[in-house]
């Protein structure tokens, strides 16, 4: 008699993210780490969705593929993702860049998963789901793998709908009425629509459920092409495509949302805006991504901190904050916050003021500070006095002023500065 988990398919496939991405439109906060390891919301790392997402699903067999400055994102792998048990069948296994095939780095997303063939053939599993390790959103992968299986697709691929005049910017599925995938076009000047709606267009989130028999040929074959760029958007899963059957999975039925009228929440905070806004927008008194929901959890690495504490309750000296979310570790001195998300150990000091602050853990922010509409990096020390998001003109000298008026700080610039003074 089979054992119940064997009817979930999550329970005979493993999950293969791609985390190796630098991410270079956030600039200077890549500089030392990946996309991937990027801090959020207080607490978390951008990783942890796609991990908690796989791990909630019931998915208990994943690999991480790393390339670029992967240490952060690796020693956060190991301190947070370290309860895998191999005995209970279940792995976790941190795959960086390696030469392991003609003394080659990984030359695109699926040569990555053909370097690492051996490795999941170990984990003998029927399925594989490719992840992006990048985004931040919540989504039951087993309705997804499910779907694969039973529409007998050679790929599926997790679709986003998008209004057709923003899908430039994505890869884009032409879909016939069955959900069959038709065409499959890199960033097109004229994006196809649906089906249903001829303002919307369905753009690829970079998930993609296979066989691993059908997979693993397929990867091989690719290896070998010399005209291929090795990368499932640009080369599998158009020829998938032409050739085979490949079907669309629409991100709304199978998303974890905080209510049934609650948007479909799905977001690459790629950018220094995107990034402060989607970090800012959980301020919100009702924000669209529910970090607080037991039912499906973000699991993270969480440091052994005291609760944050507040303090002084003077006329213009009063530690609070309003409409913010403040991690533990934190002391608030003497300091007026709102709408901001203040990150681990984070201390501010007395007649400060913090509005539209996205702090990194380890922050200091000194006397009389005045910041508004600010990215500050990790363990950077604000100095006494500091005014940033007044004068964009006067910000710009010294920092990087964003194209939505975000200003990011960060260690090296302030050093800058100071040298300059």
Partial sequence: MDH???????????????????????????????????????????????LSNALNSGIRKMAIATQYKAHSLIRHCQR????????????????????????????????????????????????VLILAGDHIYKMDYELMIRQHVDSRADVTVGCLTVPRDEAKAFGVMGVDATG???EFLEKPENPPATPEDPNISLASMGIYVFS???????LIADA??????????????????????????????????????????????????AFWKANIDLTDFNPDLDLWDKEWPIWTYSESVPPAK???????????????????????????????VLFTQVHTNSFAALEGVVALPYVEVGRHAQLRNVVI?????????????????????????????????????????????
């Fill in 224 to 273: 070998e092409d010399k005209n291929s760029t090795h990368d499932f958007g640009g080369d599998l899963i158009p020829g998938i495509v032409k050739n085979g059957k490949a079907m669309a999975h629409r991100f709304t039925d199978s998303c974890v949302k905080s209510s049934p009228d609650a948007p479909a929440y799905w977001r690459d905070a790629g950018t220094i805006d």
């Fill in 180 to 182: 069959q995938i038709t």
């Fill in 212 to 218: 691993w028999k059908f997979l693993r040929e397929l």
């Fill in 80 to 127: 947070g993702w370290n309860f895998f048990r191999a005995e209970r069948n279940e792995y976790l296994d941190i795959l960086p860049a390696s030469q392991r095939v003609d003394d080659k780095w990984y030359r695109g997303t699926a040569d990555a998963v053909a370097q690492n063939i051996d490795i999941v053939d170990d984990y003998d599993v029927d399925y």
């Fill in 310 to 340: 507040f303090i002084h309750n003077e006329e213009k000296r009063r530690g609070s904050a309003v409409s913010s979310l403040v991690a533990g570790g934190c002391i608030i001195s003497g300091t007026d916050v709102r709408n901001s």
């Fill in 4 to 50: 119940p988990s064997h009817n979930r398919l999550s329970s005979r496939t493993m999950a293969f993210v791609l985390a190796g991405g630098r991410g270079s439109r956030m600039k200077e906060l890549t500089d030392r780490r990946a996309k991937p390891a990027v801090y959020f919301g207080g607490k978390v790392r951008i990783i942890d969705f796609a």
């Fill in 377 to 421: 990096d990790r363990g950077v020390i604000i100095p006494q006095g500091l005014v940033v998001g007044q004068d964009p003109e006067e910000d710009g000298k010294w920092f990087r002023v964003s194209e939505g008026g975000v200003t990011l700080i960060t260690q090296d610039m302030l050093d800058r500065k100071a040298a300059a003074e």
